[in-house]
């Protein structure tokens, strides 16, 4: 059921803008005639993923997994952060040491190269939820991460995210 429809998205690489978006996807899957509720499934709670949030004990698997995976790996950068010698437990249980020793190495990097290293160690956790499914359900809700992925990655600005910086120092000051 999945074949046809996997086979015919184009592939997404990881530093490059996305060829389709989000909404484009969720068309050809509506298209492509998947059960209302599996579509419905595929669709849920991307959005909220990618930025910290849960996948209830419903979503699919890759959703619950990638959700843990986003969870630690925030805990884990908070922990780089803060300046803390030890991991929270629950960063000790998800991340694997090759996993914080780049999340080290990519906090003494430029945000920008900080946030493509930080980006890198997400598609590579999709591509190994992912793992060994190619034309089936899990599959379809990897490449839906993915394009999630890239979709907000195309969309950070570094010359806007400094005008809104400077626009809050600016703020601050004339509080102060």
């Known amino acids: 059921m999945y074949t046809f429809l996997l086979a015919s998205l184009p592939s997404l690489e990881e530093g490059k803008n996305p060829p389709l978006s989000v909404g484009e996807l969720d068309a050809a899957v509506a298209a492509a005639m998947i059960p209302e509720?599996?579509?419905?499934?595929?669709?849920?709670?991307?959005?909220?993923?990618?930025?910290?949030?849960?996948?209830?004990?419903?979503?699919?698997?890759?959703?619950?997994?990638?959700?843990?995976?986003?969870?630690?790996?925030?805990?884990?950068?908070?922990?780089?952060?803060?300046?803390?010698?030890s991991a929270p437990a629950p960063c000790a249980e998800t991340l694997d040491a090759d996993t914080a020793s780049r999340l080290t190495q990519a906090a003494s990097m430029p945000p920008p190269e900080r946030e493509r290293a930080v980006d890198f160690l997400r598609f590579r956790r999709i591509d190994e939820i992912a793992g060994a499914h190619v034309f089936?359900?899990?599959?379809?809700?990897?490449?839906?991460l993915r394009l999630l992925l890239l979709a907000a990655r195309s969309r950070r600005d570094l010359a806007r995210g400094r005008d809104v910086f400077t626009e809050l120092l600016n703020e601050k000051a004339a509080m102060a």
């Open 136 to 144: 089936d359900f899990d599959a379809l809700c990897a490449y839906r």
């Open 37 to 85: 509720d599996e579509a419905e499934r595929a669709a849920q709670a991307g959005n909220e993923i990618l930025c910290g949030g849960e996948a209830g004990a419903d979503a699919p698997r890759v959703y619950r997994e990638y959700a843990a995976f986003e969870r630690n790996l925030r805990a884990h950068i908070a922990r780089i952060r803060s300046g803390k010698k």
